[in-house]
């Protein structure tokens, strides 16, 4: 059992959903649920190069996948498969991706 910590952030995906998402229905893991969507948060956000908004459902449905892989699968690499980000992730996220093409518009002239 993980010992709580006096202060602990706010979630990023509501403790709730992901429990509901993983058919969890005990609390012995609350605070390593939470800590699993803070990094999945963490982790859109930064794949997206947007804040996570948790009121985006394709930013929370990433997040779920991610959450639900890291608790069930705890190991990053098994001999069996090799880690990668659960199905349907980058699809999810690729409109939201903010892209970098390296284009720079070249400036109006003043008339």
């Not at 012995?28 to 908004?53: C, I, K, P, R, S």
């Not at 394709?58 to 996948?65: D, E, N, P, T």
């Not at 498969?81 to 002239?109: C, I, M, N």
Request: aromatic share 8%.
């Amino acid at each position: 059992m993980i010992t709580p910590v006096a202060s602990m952030p706010m979630p990023a995906l509501p403790l709730p959903l992901v429990k509901a998402h993983l058919v969890v229905d005990h609390s012995e893991d609350d605070q390593l649920l939470n800590h699993y969507g803070n990094v999945a948060a963490a982790w859109v956000a930064a794949y997206t190069g947007q804040e996570f908004d948790a009121d985006n459902a394709l930013m929370v449905q990433a997040g779920l996948l991610l959450t639900a892989t890291q608790y069930e699968s705890r190991e990053a690499v098994t001999f069996a498969s090799a880690y990668q980000l659960p199905f349907g992730v980058h699809d999810l996220l690729s409109p939201l991706k903010a892209r970098v093409t390296g284009h720079q518009p070249e400036p109006e002239a003043a008339e």
